[in-house]
């Protein structure tokens, strides 16, 4: 199976469990906590299996939040695997504001390289695989490459906005982001707040909506590996605050440094 046809094949994993997702959103549904304290919903177990079975036919190996736990040493030697978050953003979900995704990445060696995030309310769908594209509106369940790009808007998309857009989410918000962006005060004329949950806080920086999104707070892998690769084709660059590096992935402890997503 080709690159071509593996981003097919995730895109239409994406739609599948973003209609799992919608099903449960439109129910009255029952909130569980998870070990961490996180909120779980029926809707993160669904899209998960109906991810994992269209993932199948690509006969890489997956990593999935709502995976089983799996030992570094059964996988630290993937070349190259899935990075699935099936559902993320499920305190936006639980609040029903609309704002979460479906995201699934392409790891190589450690590198995002290829990514997909869907928002299952709006049906806005993001991927990329060397360049990165946004079409508003998609469900097209009989997904190809052709009706792909043939509507498809490749990112960043030209803006008009001359002020400084900094995004930050809805549900966090440390005391280090707000010195992030009285800092950026000091050198721009004009600083916006766009307040976004999810990983599409990567995908306004990708998009061109935002300039920065600084994220001085945790996160797993699964909540960002998608959103680099898109972030990453579009031109942006998503950094370890600590290294001053790409952001990298499948560490032993999956738990991601701080970083920021820029242009500069």
Same mark, same amino acid.
């Given at each position: 199976?080709?690159?071509?046809?593996?981003?097919?094949?995730?895109?239409?994993?994406?739609?599948?469990?973003?209609?799992?997702?919608?099903?449960?959103?439109?129910?009255?549904?029952?909130?569980?906590?998870?070990?961490?304290?996180?909120?779980?919903?029926?809707?993160?177990?669904?899209?998960?299996?109906?991810?994992?079975?269209?993932?199948?036919?690509?006969?890489?190996?997956?990593?999935?939040?709502?995976?089983?736990?799996?030992?570094?040493?059964?996988?630290?030697? #993937?070349?190259?695997? #899935?990075?699935?978050?099936?559902?993320?953003g499920t305190k936006e979900f639980v609040k029903?504001?609309?704002?979460?995704?479906?995201?699934?990445?392409?790891?190589?060696?450690?590198?995002?390289?290829?990514?997909?995030?869907?928002?299952?309310?709006?049906?806005?769908?993001?991927?990329?695989?060397?360049?990165?594209?946004?079409?508003?509106?998609?469900?097209?369940?009989?997904?190809?490459?052709?009706?792909?790009?043939?509507?498809?808007?490749?990112?960043?998309i030209a803006q008009t906005r001359s002020n400084?857009?900094?995004?930050?989410?809805?549900?966090?918000?440390?005391?280090?982001?707000?010195?992030?962006?009285?800092?950026?005060?000091?050198?721009?004329?004009?600083?916006?707040?766009?307040?976004?949950?999810?990983?599409?806080?990567?995908?306004?920086?990708?998009?061109?909506?935002?300039?920065?999104?600084?994220?001085?707070?945790?996160?797993?892998? #699964?909540?960002?590996?998608?959103?680099?690769?898109?972030?990453?084709?579009?031109?942006?660059?998503?950094?370890?605050w600590d290294t001053k590096e790409l952001m990298?992935?499948?560490?032993?402890?999956?738990?991601?440094?701080?970083?920021?997503?820029?242009?500069?």
């Open positions: 199976m080709n690159r071509e046809n593996w981003l097919i094949q995730i895109i239409n994993a994406a739609l599948k469990g973003g209609e799992e997702i919608l099903e449960v959103y439109n129910s009255d549904f029952v909130v569980e906590t998870k070990d961490d304290k996180s909120p779980l919903t029926e809707a993160d177990k669904r899209a998960h299996i109906a991810i994992m079975n269209a993932l199948k036919a690509t006969k890489l190996p997956v990593l999935s939040e709502e995976g089983k736990k799996m030992d570094y040493s059964e996988r630290k030697d #993937w070349k190259q695997f #899935w990075m699935v978050d099936p559902l993320d029903r504001n609309g704002e979460f995704t479906v995201n699934i990445a392409l790891i190589e060696d450690g590198k995002a390289t290829m990514g997909v995030i869907y928002v299952p309310v709006s049906k806005d769908l993001y991927f990329a695989d060397k360049l990165a594209y946004k079409i508003e509106g998609f469900s097209d369940p009989t997904v190809s490459i052709n009706n792909l790009l043939g509507r498809a808007d490749q990112l960043p400084y857009v900094v995004v930050g989410s809805r549900s966090h918000m440390s005391e280090e982001t707000e010195a992030f962006i009285n800092e950026q005060k000091s050198t721009h004329s004009e600083v916006d707040i766009l307040s976004k949950g999810s990983s599409l806080k990567l995908c306004m920086v990708a998009e061109g909506k935002a300039d920065a999104y600084p994220r001085f707070a945790p996160t797993m892998e #699964w909540d960002t590996a998608a959103g680099q690769a898109i972030a990453n084709a579009s031109g942006a660059k998503v950094i370890n990298e992935y499948n560490k032993e402890n999956l738990l991601n440094s701080w970083f920021l997503v820029s242009r500069d």
